[in-house]
């Protein structure tokens, strides 16, 4: 019988693919104007060179960390670090981040260890949010090892504490959303507040403003997010859309995710209508309300038609048998 439970552990991993699988061939491109959602959820659209529901870093290095979670029974930061390294050295990383490829070629040159080898402060890039579903699945349970499992997840590539607050927020949501059937928004947000204060004051401060942006109407609260994204660093590739800057990456989807959390395909399509970065809003969101929602709740052409999809649905399964494990040697 397949619990609740193993259902959100499977409806995070997929989640995570069917999103950034949806979003990857708009990554960075204009959103069709009048594009529905019941139009961009009718299926996947091809990306150049690869087969329909390809998806892309987001999910691979997601993949990776969960096998690594399997494997040590831990969040390991050498073995995580060795096993990305991998995806750089054979070539088979698709459509990586700035900081991301720096640090795996700092690692894999031998310069630096893998505490040492992510980008320095200054590069708050979403790389570590994308993929930190998984430390919110194996902490589900002990929602106090987040931030410690989150920074050793996450300066691997970024060192930045914005980056890493990115990462904790993305994998509290993903706990909370197990752990409450009902999604309390000003539960949430304080919780996330809290989480982020001790890590980064500046995306603390964003989180406490999205509770004022969800009392205004949507138009006026995305574009508050948006304009957040409008940093030298990043402005100049996104369409003026949502930039690969965390902060807004993150609250684009906390947002869509409080206004719609028992709305799988709503949270989804809103999150990458909104446009710009979308493989990975789409990643994000997809783990959150996959975690949330349960597997059932995807549906079933995206949720069996994105690329490896057994193979995802097993790996979810595989998680969710090794936490439970764990919670029972604990207790
Ligand atoms: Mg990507």
């Known amino acids: 019988m397949i619990t609740d439970l193993q259902n959100k552990f499977t409806g995070c991993i997929i989640g995570t693919a069917v999103g950034d699988a949806l979003?990857?061939?708009?990554?960075?491109?204009?959103?069709?104007t009048g594009m529905t959602a019941k139009e961009l959820l009718a299926g996947f659209r091809d990306l150049p060179t690869y087969p329909k529901g390809q998806y892309t870093d987001d999910t691979q290095l997601t993949i990776v960390l969960a096998e690594s979670i399997i494997a040590k029974r831990a969040i390991d930061g050498p073995d995580i670090t060795r096993r990305f390294s991998r995806l750089w050295e054979r070539g088979t990383i698709i459509g990586a981040g700035g900081a991301s490829s720096f640090a795996m070629r700092e690692y894999l040159e031998g310069k630096k260890t893998w505490?040492?080898?992510?980008?320095?402060?200054g590069q708050a890039g979403n790389g570590t949010a994308m993929r930190a579903g998984p430390i919110g699945l194996w902490h589900f349970d002990e929602t106090e090892m987040i931030p410690e499992s989150a920074t050793i997840a996450s300066i691997i590539t970024h060192r930045d504490r914005r980056a890493v607050a990115g990462a904790a927020v993305v994998a509290s949501t993903v706990a909370y959303g197990i752990t409450h059937p009902?999604?309390?928004?000003?539960?949430?947000?304080?919780?996330?507040?809290?989480?982020?204060?001790?890590?980064?004051?500046?995306?603390?401060a964003q989180i406490k403003n999205l509770g004022t942006w969800l009392g205004e109407d949507e138009e006026q609260a995305v574009q508050h997010i948006i304009d957040l994204g409008q940093i030298d660093s990043f402005k100049g590739s996104w369409n003026g859309r949502i930039t690969a800057y965390v902060i807004p990456t993150v609250l684009i989807v906390l947002y869509y995710f409080l206004m719609h959390p028992d709305d799988f395909t709503t949270t989804l399509s809103k999150v990458i209508l909104t446009g710009g970065d979308v493989d990975t809003t789409g990643a994000i969101a997809g783990a959150i309300s996959g975690?949330?929602?349960g597997f059932g709740d995807i549906p079933i052409r995206l949720a069996s038609g994105v690329?490896?999809?057994t193979a995802l649905r097993e790996l979810g399964q595989k998680l969710y048998e090794i936490t439970l494990e764990q919670i029972k040697k604990k207790s």
């Open 182 to 204: 009902r999604v309390d928004p000003v539960e949430l947000i304080d919780l996330l507040h809290s989480v982020c204060s001790d890590i980064n004051e500046e995306f603390a």
């Open 115 to 121: 505490d040492q080898c992510g980008a320095p402060p």
């Open 307 to 309: 690329k490896d999809a």
């Open 23 to 32: 979003g990857a061939p708009f990554e960075g491109r204009r959103i069709p």
């Open 291 to 293: 975690a949330h929602n």
